[in-house]
């Protein structure tokens, strides 16, 4: 097993006012040429708007966005017609793919929201753009993951990549073994909540893990936790 730890208080940030970002990796004006990317996996954006704000009409191509809200609500926009709200609970994604325009805000004018935000390099390029998004169960990810993101259609959102996101809350004492889908692949755990040990390194809210040459992983809760697990194919197709 190879390890690759980035503690919270390492990453990249801004605070625009209207905007408080923490990235896992580079992004915008945050660059760290060890920190580009992990596989496919461009960017992880942890991401806190105040009431009433967002972002405006931007484009995207060629990638993979997934939105988790983890706090409050979040309002999206797109070139594709698509219009809603959503929050803690729900999982986004959009196929970028030849083009897409989209916006996001704040859906309440007194609450902050707070979201991550995670762009994965596609596996075909310039496919028709796509949205979706589904609200998740909590029950179903107490001490068990929860597939969220999958290239399994009907298993969670399916995406355009050899990838899968798995949300757990495992509760103190607790271990889950993750078992790795694809021989290759690497395995980015984020801790939203919580802290967690994995393979004798102890993580807290807010740091992450790339584990790479691994068939299974066990995350052991030292507190009541919650993490997302991304596996993800570790050669990058920008």
């Known amino acids: 097993m190879q390890k690759i730890i980035h503690l919270a208080d390492?990453?990249?940030?801004?605070?625009?006012?209207?905007?408080?970002?923490?990235?896992?990796?580079?992004?915008?004006?945050?660059?760290?040429?060890?920190?580009?990317h992990f596989g496919v996996l461009r960017v992880l954006n942890d991401d806190i708007v105040s009431a009433g704000m967002g972002f405006?009409?931007?484009?995207?191509?060629?990638?993979?966005?997934?939105?988790?809200?983890?706090e409050g609500a979040l309002e999206h926009h797109d070139s594709m017609g698509n219009s809603g709200v959503i929050q803690s609970g729900d999982v986004q994604i959009m196929s970028a793919g030849t083009g897409i325009q989209h916006s996001e805000f704040n859906h309440s004018k007194s609450e902050r929201v707070a979201f991550l935000q995670i762009w994965v390099f596609p596996a075909k390029r310039n496919i028709t753009p796509r949205y979706d998004q589904r609200t998740f169960p909590a029950n179903e990810r107490k001490n068990a993951f929860q597939a969220v993101v999958s290239p399994i259609k009907d298993t969670g959102l399916w995406i355009n990549q050899n990838a899968w996101f798995f949300l757990a809350d495992p509760t103190a004492g607790n271990t889950l073994t993750y078992d790795v889908k694809e021989k290759g692949n690497g395995?980015?755990?984020?801790?939203?909540?919580?802290?967690?040990?994995?393979?004798?390194t102890a993580l807290h809210a807010r740091d992450g893990m790339g584990i790479t040459d691994a068939t299974e992983i066990n995350i052991s809760a030292t507190a009541d936790a919650r993490i997302l697990v991304m596996e993800v194919p570790m050669i990058p197709e920008a």
Do not use: C, K, Q
């Not at 209207?18 to 580009?36: G, K, M, Q």
């Not at 395995?187 to 004798?200: M, P, R, W």
């Open 187 to 200: 395995v980015y755990i984020f801790v939203i909540a919580g802290s967690v040990e994995i393979d004798g």
């Open 56 to 70: 405006g009409a931007h484009p995207h191509d060629n990638m993979e966005i997934v939105s988790i809200p983890l």
């Open 10 to 36: 390492s990453r990249g940030h801004a605070d625009h006012g209207w905007l408080n970002t923490h990235h896992t990796f580079s992004f915008a004006s945050y660059y760290d040429p060890e920190r580009v």
